[in-house]
């Protein structure tokens, strides 16, 4: 069962359970580590999710975060999974944040607890800190109710996100996690121009020593660097599509409702200049 027929291709997804007599709603979304698509169109897809079940009035009680303990370190693209979902969820919801190592049955014990030390204390203190618990799941039912529990007597709690969407009704690029989509693709956008100007610089001087191989070699990965630039300014541009998109969206769905209320104004009125008209009536029968 899926959160929303329209969310379908989007990989987020939704299945109801009940336990304990009490019927949950689990959510599935994609997370920032996908190596089909790039970050900036899995925000547009998460934050649009939850923008619009914001406005259904319908608020999360728990946040489930998960890490693969099996990881040796925290590399560049958990470090970024982990900057985007705080920036999604803002300090407020941390309360009902549950960081979540995975994976415990298929790494040696004492090396997980040396990297669940690590988390706890360098990369995941700072929302632990503001309220979010941990916990292990080795892959049993009683270790995943052991995340689930705790939660399941919280109050809801708004996201960053949909506080600065719904409430202030601001663009995605405008929110905290949209910049910092931002700044990370204009980052990544000057580092490939300042390696591809590099290899440039050395094909350069390869050529002039008449060094054919170090000049193949260099001009392959200066090619490779052109691809990844070409496709870091594809999502750039992609991201600034979807937020024109989404403005002409909000912008048609507000354009809808001021024509709602002025039929509903011009109604109205109407009505009041027939009670108007039928006043001295009233007064002279």
């Not at 803002?90 to 995975?102: F, Q």
Request: proline share 2%.
């Amino acid at each position: 069962m899926f959160a929303d027929e329209k969310f379908r291709h989007t990989g987020i997804e939704d299945v109801s359970y009940t336990h304990n007599g009490k019927k949950l709603v689990f959510v599935d979304t994609p997370g920032f580590n996908d190596t089909n698509k790039p970050d900036s169109m899995i925000l547009e897809q998460v934050a649009r999710w939850l923008d619009i079940t914001y406005r259904k009035g319908k608020h999360l009680a728990g946040i489930i975060y998960l890490h693969r303990i099996t990881d040796n370190r925290m590399d560049v693209t958990s470090s970024r999974n982990l900057r985007m979902f705080k920036k999604l969820c803002g300090p407020d919801a941390l309360k009902n944040v549950c960081l979540t190592t995975t994976h415990w049955d298929m790494v040696d014990q004492r090396k997980g607890r040396s990297r669940e030390v690590e988390l706890q204390g360098k990369f995941w203190q700072e929302m632990i800190k503001h309220g979010a618990r941990t916990a292990r799941f080795d892959g049993r039912a009683e270790a995943a109710w052991r995340v689930v529990e705790p939660m399941m007597n919280n109050q809801t709690v708004v996201l960053q996100i949909q506080e600065e969407m719904g409430r202030q009704h601001m663009k995605l690029s405008d929110t905290d996690a949209g910049k910092t989509v931002s700044k990370e693709l204009a980052k990544a956008d000057k580092e490939f121009q300042e390696e591809i100007a590099a290899l440039r610089k050395e094909w350069q001087s390869a050529v002039q020593e008449k060094d054919r191989e170090v000049a193949k070699v260099l001009e392959s990965e200066r090619r490779r660097a052109e691809e990844r630039l070409a496709q870091t300014q594809k999502e750039r541009d992609q991201f600034i599509r979807m937020q024109y998109e989404g403005m002409k969206r909000s912008n048609e769905a507000l354009l809808q409702k001021l024509e709602r209320d002025n039929r509903q104004y011009g109604f109205l009125e109407s009505l009041g200049m027939a009670f108007s008209a039928l006043i001295p009536r009233f007064r002279s029968s």
